[in-house]
């Protein structure tokens, strides 16, 4: 039996106007909320003291900078007891959440910029839950349990059905069965005192995303609707202060909006109050399975000791292990690049620029790559050695943004040839490097944290940014099969953890370059590199903690206060 305890604070963020984290539209403002926003924690301990902490945000995404400020008070707070390597920080990935809480460029960008205040808020209702749920923790059974989701249920539909259809390892699926091709499966952590469930938290992946970019209001979405009515019937049960966390699994690929025939005028057909209520059904989905999953009999006990690592590696140069790689012996990964495929957007969630735009961009990519290649193009050798690298790593991509080198179609930022007219993000971006706001700050992580969570015989992998259901599938068996000889009897999959660059894709979906492939920011072999990477950091996990020697030390490098201060506090668009 393991001590623990749970709570819950609201993230004290008032819509002033700045836009929404999610949709990269900065014309998505908010001006009220429709529901409260939470940071829902979980705290365990087991005999020896050890301990896990879960946090969910009800935000679109975490950041170094969330997780940092939140590390640096808990360690102020519980002192030498609290365990870095053991403090998960996630988020449900709503669309509908306040933005501005990084200290990188891009994402933080249709905001416009840093929000200070932004971030305090998150950080206090972060550390004052996990602080409450320490303080309140209690002998209390943990155990595990999971089940299916019937076809029949409208929850999720894979939303690049070309591309899930590369891989050799799923089955495949005509137009009309993207429901099938997804993980259908959630499972559940359960807790529960002298025999009453007091507390779950739920994994199952699928966007936040049932309510549009033309709504206004900040809003839990699917996952923190499920996540109340999920706490209302524990309490009407007889829980005392339940929590419910619902977090993301493998949701990369995953949409809570139809895919199929006629997917977009069905979609474009759903506006309004119409799209909190199928927000809430959607989240009725989820809170119902879950809820039927912890009333079940047949549940999986776990006992046994906490473990965790943590490390953080430069994903701009990982080398993949061929073994991972479709056995290439050069599978490496590259500075960060986006694609025009991320800029295009998705066709039913989310669409970005407009189709005649992309084609322009596509066209001006392909003619900047074959001038590179040319040996008319007099580059000096390290530069067409750092070109034909970058492209081979890259594969397919139509490559508008260098993000790793600031630059978009051989540009730097702040000479891009688009006109400010044609979109605003295009502008802001202009602006700040104009004012030199990004000379020396990153636009995007390359440092990222991997971490792993050992509660008994359950071990929980857990992965910054989004990854595909395939991708996830892979990523779990590597590292099942590296836990084993410890005793691990199950492997569970958590994303959107301790920080956000972007898309995993295997390399298969990556030929296909829709908007996941040209989100997948170090090239086509990311998924190798994770599991390579993630498959060193078990294997540590095989060791006494005193003997590993994973690096515990590196973390991502703060961007200079002097330009961190240049993109703050911005005036809200009107």
């Not at 309004?272 to 199928?278: D, H, L, P, S």
Request: charged fraction near 20%; charge should be negative.
């Amino acid at each position: 039996m393991y001590q623990a305890g749970w709570n819950k604070q609201e993230i004290g963020i008032s819509p002033r106007g700045y836009a929404m984290h999610g949709f990269g539209q900065p014309g998505h403002r908010a001006y009220g909320q429709e529901t409260p926003l939470y940071a829902r924690s979980l705290v365990l301990k087991d005999a020896e003291g050890q301990a896990a902490i879960f946090c969910c945000l009800d935000l679109g995404y975490v950041t170094q900078a969330m997780r940092a400020g939140a590390v640096e008070r808990l360690q102020q707070h519980l002192g030498e007891q609290f365990n870095e390597a053991g403090f998960v920080l996630t988020c449900t990935h709503t669309h509908s959440g306040p933005g501005g809480c990084s200290h990188d460029v891009l994402y933080n960008l249709v905001t416009p910029g840093f929000v200070p205040e932004h971030l305090e808020a998150v950080i206090v209702a972060t550390v004052d839950s996990v602080v409450e749920a320490w303080q309140s923790a209690a002998p209390t059974e943990l155990s595990l349990a999971s089940a299916r989701f019937d076809e029949a249920v409208p929850v999720a539909w894979n939303r690049s059905l070309n591309a899930w259809n590369r891989n050799p390892d799923v089955p495949r699926y005509r137009e009309g069965e993207n429901h099938k091709a997804l993980e259908r499966q959630m499972q559940v952590l359960r807790l529960s005192r002298a025999g009453q469930v007091q507390s779950l938290l739920s994994l199952f992946g699928v966007h936040a995303t049932c309510l549009s970019n033309s709504l206004d209001r900040h809003d839990g979405d699917n996952k923190g609707y499920a996540a109340a009515q999920a706490e209302q019937q524990l309490m009407a049960s007889g829980a005392s202060g339940a929590v419910a966390i619902f977090a993301q699994g493998t949701a990369g690929d995953v949409s809570p909006h139809y895919h199929g025939p006629q997917a977009l005028k069905r979609r474009q057909q759903l506006t309004g109050r119409a799209e909190y209520v199928y927000a809430a059904e959607n989240g009725r989905h989820q809170s119902q399975l879950a809820l039927s999953i912890v009333a079940a009999p047949d549940q999986q006990q776990i006992i046994g000791a906490i473990d965790s690592v943590l490390t953080y590696v430069d994903f701009s140069s990982v080398h993949a292990d061929p073994a991972m790689a479709n056995g290439e012996t050069q599978a490496w990964t590259s500075d960060p690049c986006h694609g025009v495929s991320f800029f295009a957007g998705t066709p039913v969630d989310g669409l970005g620029v407009a189709p005649p735009l992309a084609a322009v961009m596509r066209a001006g990519a392909r003619m900047l790559r074959r001038w590179r290649m040319s040996p008319l193009s007099r580059l000096s050798p390290s530069e067409r050695q750092y070109y034909q690298h970058l492209y081979a790593v890259q594969g397919p991509k139509d490559i508008l943004m260098e993000s790793g080198r600031k630059q978009a179609l051989g540009l730097p930022l702040m000479q891009l040839s688009l006109p400010d007219a044609v979109d605003p993000l295009v502008a802001e971006l202009k602006r700040q490097a104009r004012i030199g706001a990004v000379n020396e700050s990153a636009l995007v992580p390359t440092v990222l944290p991997l971490q792993i969570i050992i509660l008994g015989q359950l071990a929980l992998v857990c992965c910054p940014g989004e990854f595909t259901t395939t991708a996830g599938r892979r990523l779990l068996d590597t590292v099942m099969k590296r836990l084993a000889p410890r005793g691990i009897e199950q492997v569970l999959i958590c994303t959107y953890c301790n920080d956000y660059m972007g898309y995993v894709t295997t390399n298969e979906e990556y030929q296909e370059q829709a908007y996941e492939g040209g989100h997948t920011i170090f090239g086509q072999w990311t998924l190798a590199a994770f599991q390579t990477r993630f498959a060193h950091l078990a294997d540590e996990l095989l060791k006494d903690d005193p003997l590993r020697t994973h690096d515990r030390k590196t973390r991502p490098v703060q961007p200079p206060a002097a330009e961190l201060a240049l993109r703050s506090n911005l005036s809200p668009r009107s």
